[in-house]
């Protein structure tokens, strides 16, 4: 009933993945480019990485780089690399569809089985890619196994390439010292920053009109707001968006207003609504600092009248 409310043929904000909503900021082209050029022209060192925070794509452009790799190109996916190396073998082995019989458990052979699909791709005229999504999960051991891997080369070239997806504390971990020969074989690096407010803006465009609507809703207010409260994160974007839509809906509105959008954000976002403010820190601590001033001050007024243990009183003074 929302959806005709608003003109709409499906939603507009799903967080579903869905290819005809893709929406491409500047950052994210040049990201998608990144990947490709290491894959590609760069990928003679073995690593090409991808970081940025939750929500802002990452997993988006890994499905498209699955898209526009050449025909020639061997993929194994690892979305779950929270594994220990000889487990991690297994699964790319099995994402490869080489035979594991004999080998689970062994990671010589499962190593030495990788190798020789590796050289029999190679002479294919195959190249092999190694994905690893939410690479900040895996474990310093498994971190190290993936860059041995990266020693399965010929006398000209490396035999697998490895894009490694991950959250900026991947780049906090990479950056040890411990892990600095994995670090100086990455060929390119990128880091997927959230939309600005004008990205953010033609992104919630892009998505309605996709979804069939012809007058977008959001006035420009509405849409700093939103943006604010989100973060320029295109998830939260989308979280926040299709509840201001159902508040419009249940308020009899077509036009989402700011209001809307606070009150979309206080219900899908509850840590927003206990967020203290700059201005209200302010005016608790002053409230605190007058409370303290109240009490000092009776209890200097008060101090003349008190009674020692002694009988004395306070401005009395006891002589020898």
Known sequence: MYLAHYGLAEPAY?????PRFVFL???????????????GQGGGSGFVQLTGEVGTGKTT???????????????????????????????????????????LGHQKRLIDALNVYLLQAYAEGLRVVLIIDEAQNLST??????????????ATQKLLQIVLLGQPELRVQLARRDLRQLSQRITARFHLTPLNTDES???????????????????????????????????????????SLMAGYV??????????????????????????????????????????LIVLAWW??????MTLPNGLGANDVAHP
């Open 141 to 154: 051991a498994a971190l190290e196994q993936v860059r041995l891997l990266t020693n399965l080369e010929t």
């Open 201 to 243: 803006r033609t992104y919630l465009q892009h998505r309605y009109a996709v979804a069939g609507g012809t007058e977008f809703p959001f006035d420009d207010a509405a849409v700093r707001r939103l943006h604010r409260h989100a973060g320029g994160v295109p998830r939260l974007l989308n979280i926040i968006a299709e509840r």
């Open 61 to 103: 452009l890994c499905r498209l780089l699955l898209e526009q790799l050449p025909g020639n190109t061997r993929v194994a996916l690892i979305l779950n690399p929270m594994l220990s190396p000889v487990e991690l073998l297994e699964a790319i082995a099995k994402e490869l569809h080489i035979p594991l019989r004999g080998k």
């Open 25 to 39: 900021s500047e950052r994210h082209r040049d990201a998608l480019a990144h990947l490709l050029y290491g894959i």
């Open 14 to 18: 799903s967080i579903t993945p869905d």
């Open 300 to 305: 200097s007024s008060a101090l003349p009248s």
């Open 251 to 292: 308020h009899g509105s077509r036009r989402i207003t700011p209001a809307l959008v606070a009150e979309a954000a206080r219900e899908t976002l509850p840590e927003t609504g206990h967020r203290l403010r700059p201005r209200r820190i302010f005016w608790m601590s002053a409230g605190l600092l007058l409370c303290l």
